[in-house]
């Protein structure tokens, strides 16, 4: 047996005499420098010269060395109902460039009937489901002749189905579209049931690894060497964090300058042009004050980042000049109900700055014991370096604490609704109300102008804090890093999975639904726009043109051949459609060929060596006779009908 790809090659952009590759010559058909070529059109046979390279190549590799002839018998499958047309370029293909001395002609779905009918000889009945590689064919046989009148075709075969399967995996893996190729899909399709493995998932999700070259592992170092790695990462993440201090440095200083020339438009006294600028403005900016609070505060932080940069000590904050309260000498009686509102608002702005005094000299002592903590944390490295390691730890993990905290309690105040902005609220109340316990009723909060000065209270970027805090653990974790191997192990490990990339996992296609929905193609064809009919109402068509009785002595017989008889589970859906189609209670029959793709080559191979040969076979003399579309019918073949004689005047 001699099996190989049905078409040939040659190098795309060579002359005539560039060498034409053949079949198993053919190392990779999805190269693109190849114009391949296929003697078929569907199913037929159209390139009569691409036939004569493909037998050629036949007849050189089954040993055939006779000179100038093939001297032996041919059997040769043809497509059902082929054209006289086609079959006599045949015959004048073998009878006069090969001098054959007989040719018998058979249909390659009724050779692997043969081959697995038990006395095919006999006047038997059977209905053949034939799915080929580019068509599908519902042949009924009738007294052991095929009846042609009442045989369909699908245009839909292995064909299509590798194609389907392709576009569907070059949609689900877009990276590999290349990758994906047709050679490919039908080697998936073909080998598809012979990958399996252990878990559940694996029993129904097949894998189907493409080439790939794996990489060199990078885990093979020395301890030196990843010494070396890990003073590189902590040199890097160290210039990272210096280019985002010079990089938030230069923002804060095109901000500041922006600020600052609107602010000089109001000391040119140009109150108009002002209020342009301050309007359009990123920052809804309502008054000056506000103006030159956020230029107080951009000037603080840029000054504590040069400092940072430069690596001293940052300069003390300087409380901006002091505002004047001037309504809260003056007793309520003497003032409008405006200036009341506004004496409310005054003291509440009062208490808030000297809070913030007060707590900008807590944060300077605070600032002075972290120095002296600083230091005596350097003795304590060098004296007892494991409980130095422990301690930082522990001061990195409180900071994370209280950033957790105040970012949770940040939303809460934002929000109206939430116990913690209503407890501020109630302590702004108290403010405004001087301390006093007398009970009144209490409206601070309802007027949105309120809720105007608890915003300046505690202002969204107000965040000098919480700055010093992101620093000083990003200090805390950059030591960590130099000086705790198993640091860095955590923090990836506080990640999530692993992040390593898996490459082989990246080249390998996992086959799930496409399992079931390519043999779907088979019974819907308008999955893919092609209006005809699925092989089970095909098949019920061709039932109902015969009567009663004979429906029930065909469907006794019905026959499955072709490649695509071999998904799984295949037979069990024709069985489940013809149940449903064939009337309540009545029997049938479905098998399978033995072997779908070869039962036709076994069939035809088997009537070769029958003696009835001679008697089916059209010899030299009789295809001079009768022309080269003459056909002596046989169990296997087509029925012949001759061409009709034009009428001449």
């Given at each position: 047996m001699l099996t190989f790809k049905n078409y040939t090659a040659k190098q795309r952009g060579k002359k005539q005499e560039s060498e034409v590759l053949i079949g198993n010559e053919i190392n990779n058909a999805e190269i693109v420098k190849w114009v391949l070529r296929t003697q078929f059109d569907r199913n037929l046979v159209t390139l009569y010269d691409v036939e004569e390279q493909v037998l050629d190549y036949i007849f050189a590799h089954l040993?055939?060395?006779?000179?100038?002839?093939?001297?032996?018998?041919?059997?040769m499958t043809e497509a059902i109902c082929n054209p006289n047309y086609c079959r006599q370029q045949m015959s004048e293909l073998l009878f006069e460039c090969y001098h054959v001395p007989q040719v018998s002609f058979g249909v390659d779905a009724m050779f692997s009937w043969y081959r697995n009918h038990p006395s095919p000889k006999d006047k038997c009945d059977s209905l053949v489901l034939s799915c080929g590689y580019q068509t599908t064919h519902i042949l009924p046989v009738l007294d052991g002749r095929m009846d042609p009148k009442h045989c369909?075709?699908?245009?839909?075969?292995?064909?299509?189905?590798?194609?389907?399967?392709?576009?569907?995996?070059?949609?689900?893996?877009?990276?590999?579209?290349a990758a994906v190729s047709l050679g490919r899909a039908e080697i998936i399709q073909s080998e598809l049931e012979e990958w399996t493995s252990d878990t559940y998932y694996d029993d129904n999700v097949h894998k189907i690894q493409l080439p790939y070259n794996a990489a060199v592992s990078g885990n093979q170092l020395s301890a030196d060497q990843m010494k070396e790695r890990r003073e590189q990462q902590i040199k890097r993440l160290k210039e990272a964090n210096a280019k985002r201090r010079l990089e938030k440095l230069q923002s804060d200083e095109e901000k500041l300058q922006e600020l600052m020339s609107v602010q000089e438009l109001l000391e040119d006294e140009d109150e108009e042009a002002f209020n342009r600028a301050l309007q359009a403005l990123p920052h809804d900016y309502s008054s000056a004050e506000e103006l030159q609070d956020d230029i107080n505060k951009l000037t603080v932080s840029i000054q504590r980042l040069k400092a940072k940069i430069m690596g001293?000590?940052?300069?003390?904050?300087?409380?901006?000049?002091?505002?004047?309260?001037?309504?809260?000498?003056?007793?309520?009686?003497?003032?409008?109900?405006?200036?009341?509102?506004?004496?409310?608002?005054?003291?509440?702005?009062?208490?808030?700055?000297?809070?913030?005094?007060?707590?900008?000299?807590?944060?300077?002592?605070?600032?002075?014991?972290?120095?002296?903590?600083?230091?005596?944390?350097?003795?304590?490295?060098?004296?007892?370096?494991?409980?130095?390691?422990?301690?930082?730890?522990?001061?990195?993990?409180?900071?994370?604490?209280?950033?957790?905290?105040?970012?949770?309690?940040?939303?809460?105040?934002?929000?109206?609704?939430?116990?913690?902005?209503?407890?501020?609220?109630?302590?702004?109340?108290?403010?405004?109300?001087?301390?006093?316990?007398?009970?009144?009723?209490?409206?601070?909060?309802?007027d949105d102008a309120d809720w105007d000065v608890y915003k300046e209270i505690h202002p969204q970027n107000a965040d000098s804090d919480s700055?010093?805090?992101?620093?000083?653990?990003?200090?805390?974790?950059?030591?960590?890093?130099?000086?705790?191997?198993?640091?860095?192990?955590?923090?990836?490990?506080?990640?999530?999975?692993?992040?390593?990339?898996?490459?082989?996992?990246?080249?390998?296609?996992?086959?799930?639904?496409?399992?079931?929905?390519?043999?779907?193609?088979?019974?819907?064809?308008?999955?893919?726009?092609?209006?005809?009919?699925?092989?089970?109402?095909?098949?019920?068509?061709?039932?109902?043109?015969?009567?009663?009785?004979?429906?029930?002595?065909?469907?006794?017989?019905?026959?499955?051949?072709?490649?695509?008889?071999?998904?799984d589970r295949f037979k069990e859906r024709l069985e489940k459609?013809?149940?449903?189609?064939?009337?309540?209670?009545?029997?049938?029959?479905?098998?399978?060929?033995?072997?779908?793709?070869?039962?036709?080559?076994?069939?035809?191979?088997?009537?070769?060596?029958?003696?009835?040969?001679?008697?089916?076979?059209?010899?030299?003399?009789?295809?001079?006779?009768?022309?080269?579309?003459?056909?002596k019918e046989n169990v296997t073949s087509n029925r012949y009908i001759p061409t009709p004689v034009t009428a001449t005047k």
């Amino acid at each position: 047996m001699l099996t190989f790809k049905n078409y040939t090659a040659k190098q795309r952009g060579k002359k005539q005499e560039s060498e034409v590759l053949i079949g198993n010559e053919i190392n990779n058909a999805e190269i693109v420098k190849w114009v391949l070529r296929t003697q078929f059109d569907r199913n037929l046979v159209t390139l009569y010269d691409v036939e004569e390279q493909v037998l050629d190549y036949i007849f050189a590799h089954l040993g055939i060395n006779t000179e100038g002839c093939v001297q032996h018998p041919v059997v040769m499958t043809e497509a059902i109902c082929n054209p006289n047309y086609c079959r006599q370029q045949m015959s004048e293909l073998l009878f006069e460039c090969y001098h054959v001395p007989q040719v018998s002609f058979g249909v390659d779905a009724m050779f692997s009937w043969y081959r697995n009918h038990p006395s095919p000889k006999d006047k038997c009945d059977s209905l053949v489901l034939s799915c080929g590689y580019q068509t599908t064919h519902i042949l009924p046989v009738l007294d052991g002749r095929m009846d042609p009148k009442h045989c369909r075709r699908i245009n839909l075969g292995g064909a299509q189905l590798d194609a389907f399967m392709q576009r569907l995996l070059q949609l689900k893996y877009p990276g590999h579209m290349a990758a994906v190729s047709l050679g490919r899909a039908e080697i998936i399709q073909s080998e598809l049931e012979e990958w399996t493995s252990d878990t559940y998932y694996d029993d129904n999700v097949h894998k189907i690894q493409l080439p790939y070259n794996a990489a060199v592992s990078g885990n093979q170092l020395s301890a030196d060497q990843m010494k070396e790695r890990r003073e590189q990462q902590i040199k890097r993440l160290k210039e990272a964090n210096a280019k985002r201090r010079l990089e938030k440095l230069q923002s804060d200083e095109e901000k500041l300058q922006e600020l600052m020339s609107v602010q000089e438009l109001l000391e040119d006294e140009d109150e108009e042009a002002f209020n342009r600028a301050l309007q359009a403005l990123p920052h809804d900016y309502s008054s000056a004050e506000e103006l030159q609070d956020d230029i107080n505060k951009l000037t603080v932080s840029i000054q504590r980042l040069k400092a940072k940069i430069m690596g001293t000590e940052p300069p003390a904050v300087e409380e901006s000049k002091a505002p004047v309260y001037d309504l809260l000498d003056i007793p309520d009686d003497q003032l409008t109900t405006d200036q009341l509102s506004a004496k409310k608002r005054q003291r509440i702005l009062k208490n808030a700055r000297e809070g913030r005094i007060k707590a900008q000299a807590i944060q300077r002592e605070k600032q002075q014991r972290e120095r002296e903590e600083e230091r005596r944390l350097e003795l304590k490295r060098k004296s007892n370096f494991v409980g130095w390691l422990q301690e930082v730890r522990n001061r990195r993990q409180k900071l994370l604490e209280m950033r957790n905290n105040r970012k949770q309690r940040k939303a809460d105040m934002a929000k109206r609704r939430t116990l913690a902005s209503q407890q501020r609220m109630k302590i702004i109340t108290q403010l405004a109300g001087g301390g006093s316990k007398k009970k009144k009723e209490d409206t601070f909060g309802q007027d949105d102008a309120d809720w105007d000065v608890y915003k300046e209270i505690h202002p969204q970027n107000a965040d000098s804090d919480s700055d010093a805090e992101e620093d000083k653990l990003e200090e805390l974790e950059t030591l960590l890093r130099e000086h705790d191997p198993e640091f860095q192990k955590e923090m990836d490990a506080s990640m999530g999975p692993s992040t390593e990339f898996d490459i082989a996992e990246y080249y390998r296609l996992h086959l799930a639904i496409e399992k079931i929905r390519v043999p779907e193609l088979l019974f819907q064809p308008s999955m893919i726009g092609i209006e005809q009919a699925g092989i089970s109402e095909a098949m019920d068509f061709v039932i109902k043109k015969y009567q009663p009785d004979v429906q029930n002595r065909i469907v006794q017989d019905v026959f499955l051949t072709g490649g695509c008889a071999m998904f799984d589970r295949f037979k069990e859906r024709l069985e489940k459609d013809l149940l449903e189609l064939r009337p309540f209670k009545s029997k049938f029959n479905l098998s399978v060929a033995n072997n779908p793709i070869l039962d036709a080559w076994y069939g035809a191979r088997q009537w070769a060596l029958s003696p009835t040969l001679p008697i089916y076979s059209v010899t030299k003399e009789e295809y001079e006779e009768k022309g080269g579309e003459y056909l002596k019918e046989n169990v296997t073949s087509n029925r012949y009908i001759p061409t009709p004689v034009t009428a001449t005047k």
